[in-house]
């Protein structure tokens, strides 16, 4: 090779990578150690959650949760930890262990959750928070016994996205925390509404206290009206890009992905969606060419997971193809799960809102 084209090659920028290659491995210590609240919501507190002014209920939630908080302090609830001898044993907690914040999608739970977590007095080692399916996952990976064991001496366990649509995971769950009530470790909770239910309410506090059984007297439920704040006032998501446009930005941008979206939907099959927030590991973006509609309702489902770790590590994502509003057929939109594709839409689009400043003008 000549000298010229040795420096053209040296200069040329380097190929991006791509999701379809990656086939990560997650040790069940990484599950554990990564319950904590997503990187997109490392900064969020009670102060930088921004109440609608026509929506007291956002208000009273904030103020609810900040008490609750206030109220983990102190020793476990089951009386474990270090006390002199002789010192008199602290008072056991009154009132409900746990809290159920009930919203639509969209309202902030998730920034409420977060902030519950970091405004817990106690070191992150004994506050867990997880979706339900990193909860589901960690059993899975654990057995049990193992996780009633790993998870008892926390303060506090942060449950996002419970879900109700699932009921054998339903009642693994509920048993799980009924073990963890008994050692004295705190609740909280968000859940998605049961199938056939998002056209009759936006709120699922009956259906989550329900689905629990034994364990609702240990929930208070904290109701958040509201819009989906990611639409709130904000402008449309940016239309599709052209093949060309998404190659060319994936090789100009350090750190991205570029994938066919077809194939990438084929790749998810299989890897296990517990590793879904592995396969995103320091990616700057994802670059997708020709988007189509998903074929299949379990292809759909494991793409909710991917927009779900995607929106979390706050990844833009452009794309080609079909706009993200097209993803899902009428009739997925119209059936059991049809929340989580609301959501994954209403995610997918706000992170390719956020893909627009890496296109070259």
């Given at each position: 090779m000549s000298?010229?084209?040795l420096?053209?090659?040296?200069?040329?920028?380097?190929?991006?990578?791509?999701?379809?290659?990656?086939?990560?491995h997650?040790?069940?210590?990484?599950?554990?150690?990564?319950?904590?609240?997503?990187?997109?919501?490392?900064s969020?507190r009670?102060?930088?959650?921004?109440?609608?002014?026509?929506?007291?209920?956002?208000?009273?939630?904030v103020?609810a949760?900040?008490?609750?908080?206030e109220?983990?302090?102190?020793?476990?609830?089951?009386g474990?930890?270090?006390?002199?001898w002789?010192?008199?044993?602290?008072?056991?907690p009154?009132?409900?262990?746990?809290?159920?914040?009930?919203?639509?999608?969209?309202?902030?739970?998730?920034h409420l959750?977060?902030?519950?977590?970091?405004?817990t007095?106690?070191?992150?080692?004994?506050k867990?928070?997880g979706?339900?399916?990193?909860?589901?996952?960690?059993v899975?990976?654990?057995?049990?016994?193992?996780?009633?064991?790993?998870l008892?001496?926390h303060?506090?366990?942060?449950?996002?996205?419970?879900?109700?649509?699932d009921?054998?995971?339903?009642?693994?769950?509920?048993?799980?925390l009924?073990?963890?009530?008994?050692?004295?470790v705190?609740?909280?909770?968000?859940s998605?509404?049961l199938?056939?239910?998002?056209?009759?309410?936006?709120?699922?506090?009956?259906?989550?206290?329900r689905?629990?059984?034994?364990l609702?007297?240990?929930?208070?439920?904290?109701?958040?009206?509201?819009?989906?704040?990611?639409?709130?006032?904000?402008?449309?998501?940016?239309?599709?890009y052209?093949?060309?446009?998404?190659?060319?930005?994936a090789?100009?941008?350090?750190?991205?992905?570029?994938?066919?979206?077809?194939?990438?939907?084929?790749?998810?099959?299989k890897?296990?969606?517990s590793?879904?927030?592995?396969?995103?590991?320091?990616?700057?973006?994802?670059?997708?060419?020709d988007?189509?509609?998903?074929p299949?309702q379990?292809?759909?489902l494991?793409?909710?997971?991917?927009?779900?770790?995607?929106y979390?590590?706050?990844?833009?994502?452009?794309?080609?193809?079909?706009?993200?509003?097209?993803?899902?057929?009428?009739?997925m939109l119209?059936?059991?799960?049809?929340?989580?594709?609301?959501?994954a839409?209403?995610?997918?689009?706000a992170l390719a809102r956020?893909?627009?400043?890496?296109?070259?003008?």
């Amino acid at each position: 090779m000549s000298t010229r084209a040795l420096t053209e090659a040296a200069s040329a920028p380097a190929a991006p990578l791509s999701l379809c290659s990656r086939e990560p491995h997650v040790p069940a210590d990484r599950l554990v150690a990564e319950m904590v609240p997503p990187p997109r919501f490392d900064s969020v507190r009670f102060d930088t959650y921004l109440p609608d002014p026509n929506q007291p209920s956002q208000t009273e939630a904030v103020k609810a949760l900040s008490t609750f908080a206030e109220g983990l302090g102190g020793a476990h609830a089951s009386g474990a930890g270090k006390r002199r001898w002789f010192a008199r044993k602290p008072a056991a907690p009154t009132g409900p262990r746990g809290v159920y914040l009930d919203g639509g999608y969209g309202v902030g739970k998730t920034h409420l959750l977060a902030s519950l977590w970091h405004a817990t007095p106690a070191e992150p080692a004994l506050k867990a928070f997880g979706t339900f399916v990193e909860l589901t996952n960690l059993v899975g990976a654990l057995g049990f016994q193992q996780t009633v064991k790993t998870l008892s001496g926390h303060r506090l366990l942060c449950i996002d996205e419970f879900e109700l649509d699932d009921p054998g995971d339903t009642v693994l769950v509920s048993s799980l925390l009924g073990k963890l009530v008994e050692s004295g470790v705190a609740l909280a909770a968000t859940s998605n509404t049961l199938p056939g239910k998002l056209g009759e309410g936006r709120f699922a506090a009956a259906d989550f206290l329900r689905e629990i059984q034994g364990l609702s007297a240990h929930f208070r439920p904290l109701r958040i009206d509201g819009e989906d704040y990611r639409h709130r006032g904000l402008p449309e998501a940016p239309a599709p890009y052209s093949d060309q446009v998404v190659t060319e930005t994936a090789y100009a941008t350090p750190g991205a992905s570029l994938d066919d979206f077809p194939h990438l939907l084929e790749h998810l099959a299989k890897v296990h969606p517990s590793r879904y927030g592995a396969l995103t590991d320091d990616l700057a973006a994802v670059c997708l060419t020709d988007v189509q509609p998903v074929p299949d309702q379990s292809t759909a489902l494991r793409l909710v997971v991917l927009a779900d770790r995607l929106y979390d590590r706050e990844i833009p994502v452009l794309a080609s193809g079909l706009p993200f509003d097209r993803l899902f057929s009428d009739e997925m939109l119209n059936g059991g799960y049809r929340k989580k594709y609301f959501r994954a839409i209403s995610r997918l689009t706000a992170l390719a809102r956020d893909a627009k400043g890496l296109v070259a003008q």
